[in-house]
């Protein structure tokens, strides 16, 4: 099932990262409960969602790095990629879920990172005796003790249980007063399964027979009421103030759960439910045709010629690697996304370019199966990695746009030196998927896109 989404303005934006490791065992993990299938996280294709949802005005409160596991356990790599996407975007609250993790010594690094870009750190509890808290989330590491903990900006949720219920009032005020560092303190109703809302493993029984039931809702509501200064609601979550510094939300769930989320798992965006969620996004193109580089003096070069710099309008954002490059036409209509290639791209190992010859062609192939629209341009030189790359989007039966330049000198019916390559996308990716454009030249391209033509 596939869940059409038009409305630009959520709550949040969760990253599940999709490994399951994790340094606590609380007895009602919800990843244990909903068994979400193994996946490899696509950090690039999201940075290319990413690069759309700023270009086309989508609006969160929150940005959230969330895990089947412990996120602070994937590679300092993966978690920078995630964390820079994000410095642009004028989201108000940045958030990474920890078991605690982050505030070990052998995990600083991590740490720093997310410090440096001044997210907020968001921890569980059931009690503010550290010593029962352990015991019910089952982990040994006393990270509320740590000076890293003591200098970083933190949410925590406090789990409503039947052990804790007549003393969250006093619980509150006292790790707010021990604590001054924790700005958020979120009071947290356990869902028994976020994917079937079945009772039906120990896990959402455990739930059932140790926590607060969300039929208490009206009573929680009317115990803040009673203690802290009510501020409002926005997305079915009550807010009330306790200073100028810290605040107490409730989110007493009476919406279906996840309603103003938008979750990205893998490499596609879903629901609690895993199914698919669709956004009305930009076709993602790439764009095949020789570099055309000038050099400038015997050690600087410029691509400012290249057709396709031009295109995009910027000659850096040509030459290197990003997500925020765009076709547009002359009115400033967004028509795609330009994905590549980009003069120097981002190699595995996260620098922009790589001598690694079998590294550039995984690279390239890679964006070619991302595209959703395959153009190339031809003129009387032969470009082996164009054709190359022509061939292989054939044979991934990718729609595919051919701009070439008529050669009369060419004595087949197809005027081009590049007939071949030509003529075979279209018997491979079947010609339904090919549309083959004759042309002058490159400004004949350029004036194609100026008048917004589309043929996808």
Not at 224 to 249: C, I, M, P, R
Request: aromatic share 14%; hydrophobic share 35%.
């Amino acid at each position: 099932m596939v869940i059409q989404m038009k409305e630009k303005k959520f709550k949040e934006l969760e990253i599940i990262l999709s490994d399951f490791s994790c340094d606590k065992n609380c007895p009602y993990c919800t990843a244990k409960i909903t068994k979400w299938e193994v996946v490899k996280d696509d950090i690039h294709m999201l940075s290319l969602y990413v690069g759309q949802l700023k270009e086309l005005g989508y609006q969160f409160h929150y940005v959230t790095i969330g895990g089947n596991g412990e996120p602070t356990k994937h590679s300092f790599k993966k978690l920078k990629e995630i964390v820079e996407l994000f410095d642009d975007y004028d989201i108000p609250v940045k958030r990474v879920l920890t078991s605690g993790n982050i505030f070990r010594k052998e995990e600083a690094e991590k740490y720093n990172l997310f410090t440096s870009h001044n997210w907020v750190f968001e921890v569980t509890t059931t009690s503010i005796d550290t010593n029962l808290d352990r015991n019910v989330l089952g982990y040994d590491h006393n990270y509320f003790q740590t000076d890293a903990f003591s200098k970083a900006r933190i949410r925590l949720n406090y789990v409503l249980l039947k052990s804790n219920y007549s003393k969250m009032v006093d619980e509150i005020k006292a790790f707010l007063q021990k604590y001054p560092n924790i700005e958020t303190l979120a009071l947290k109703l356990l869902n028994v399964n976020t994917k079937t809302g079945l009772v039906d493993n120990p896990r959402s029984l455990w739930i059932v027979e140790n926590a607060i039931s969300k039929d208490k809702r009206e009573e929680i509501k009317a115990i803040l009421d009673q203690n802290f200064t009510y501020s409002g609601e926005a997305y079915d979550t009550f807010s009330w103030k306790v200073d100028d510094k810290h605040e107490v939300y409730f989110s007493w769930k009476k919406m279906k759960y996840g309603f103003s989320d938008l979750v990205y798992y893998g490499n596609r965006f879903v629901n609690y439910q895993l199914e698919d969620v669709e956004l009305p996004f930009l076709p993602k193109v790439y764009f095949a045709c020789q570099f055309n580089k000038k050099m400038v003096d015997e050690k600087r070069f410029t691509l400012k010629e290249d057709f396709r710099a031009k295109l995009i309008g910027n000659e850096d954002d040509f030459t290197n690697f990003n997500n925020h490059s765009f076709i547009k036409n002359s009115d400033g209509k967004l028509l795609y996304q330009y994905l590549g290639p980009f003069y120097n791209e981002m190699a595995s190992d996260g620098n922009l370019t790589s001598s690694v010859c079998s590294e550039v062609v995984q690279t390239e192939n890679d964006l070619i199966d991302k595209c959703d629209i395959f153009i190339a341009y031809f003129d009387s030189k032969l470009s082996p990695g164009s054709i190359t790359e022509l061939t292989y989007a054939s044979f991934k039966k990718k729609k595919i746009i051919i701009f070439y330049q008529v050669e009369d000198s060419v004595s087949y019916e197809l005027k081009s030196s590049n007939w071949y390559p030509i003529v075979s996308a279209r018997l491979v990716a079947g010609k339904e998927n090919v549309v083959e454009i004759p042309v002058s030249g490159t400004d004949d391209v350029l004036e194609y896109f100026e008048k917004g033509k589309m043929t996808w």
